[in-house]
């Protein structure tokens, strides 16, 4: 399975995919160059064959579980951050890989709700809500550049603090929603996975332990 559809099936449902397939392709080739092709071997008698890109993937799998182990959703930090490791894996790449995932579903969002916004068929008053996603999810970006500075300088009260706000986000979005009662999210599932995202950045960073 090619690297990208690990993100995509976690991120859209199938009316949303051909926005998010072409940002995390786009995503996936500035932070990781094409993998070199494996150099076939024969396979040893009456053992099973295994496919070149199982084995990366699981080599690194016993420290990456350990790290997902602190989240509240393991399965989706494995599934999220696994296929993008590359060197060493400790929290802070980690982190760093799930900062970058969260800032680019934060693109994908604020691109799908502002296509939303434009489509002549939105009623004013979802637009009014969508504003208020698009206000969020640019916020959000922010934030996650913040935090990668925070990183960079060892603050970790900074990055906890700017982590948490990212929390926030989707919840605003979809506040902006249950306001009006007959109003329903065309963002829902998307906030949720934003959400999902957040908070396995924030689980990461309070394991940090630096001097």
């Known amino acids: 399975?090619?690297?990208?559809?690990?993100?995509?099936?976690?991120l859209v449902s199938s009316s949303l995919l051909p926005f998010f397939a072409e940002a995390i392709s786009s995503?996936?080739?500035?932070?990781?160059p094409?993998?070199?092709?494996?150099?076939?071997s024969p396979s040893p008698p009456d053992s099973p064959t295994h496919s070149a890109p199982t084995l990366p993937l699981l080599s690194g799998n016993a420290a990456l579980t350990k790290i997902c182990d602190v989240?509240?959703?393991p399965a989706e930090c494995l599934a999220t951050v696994a296929p993008l490791l590359?060197?060493?894996?400790?929290?802070?790449s980690v982190l760093k890989i799930g900062i970058h995932v969260l800032q680019k579903s934060f693109e994908v969002a604020t691109a799908v709700a502002t296509k939303l916004i434009d489509d002549l068929s939105t009623s004013a008053e979802v637009k009014d809500a969508l504003d208020t996603c698009v206000e969020s999810f640019d916020s959000g970006v922010a934030d996650l550049n913040d935090a990668l500075a925070a990183i960079s300088g060892h603050d970790i009260g900074r990055l906890s603090t700017l982590l948490s706000a990212t929390?926030?986000?989707s919840d605003t979005c979809e506040?902006?929603?249950?306001e009006q009662p007959h109003l329903e999210s065309?963002?829902?599932?998307?906030?949720?996975?934003?959400d999902k995202l957040a908070s396995i950045n924030l689980a990461i960073s309070a394991s940090l332990q630096w001097s």
């Open 186 to 194: 065309p963002l829902k599932e998307m906030d949720q996975h934003l």
């Open 175 to 178: 506040e902006a929603f249950s």
């Open 167 to 169: 929390i926030t986000y």
């Open 71 to 73: 989240t509240d959703y």
């Open 27 to 32: 995503f996936l080739r500035t932070i990781q």
């Open 86 to 92: 590359a060197g060493e894996i400790n929290p802070i």
């Open 1 to 10: 399975m090619e690297l990208y559809k690990f993100i995509i099936l976690l």
């Open 34 to 40: 094409p993998l070199p092709s494996p150099v076939s």
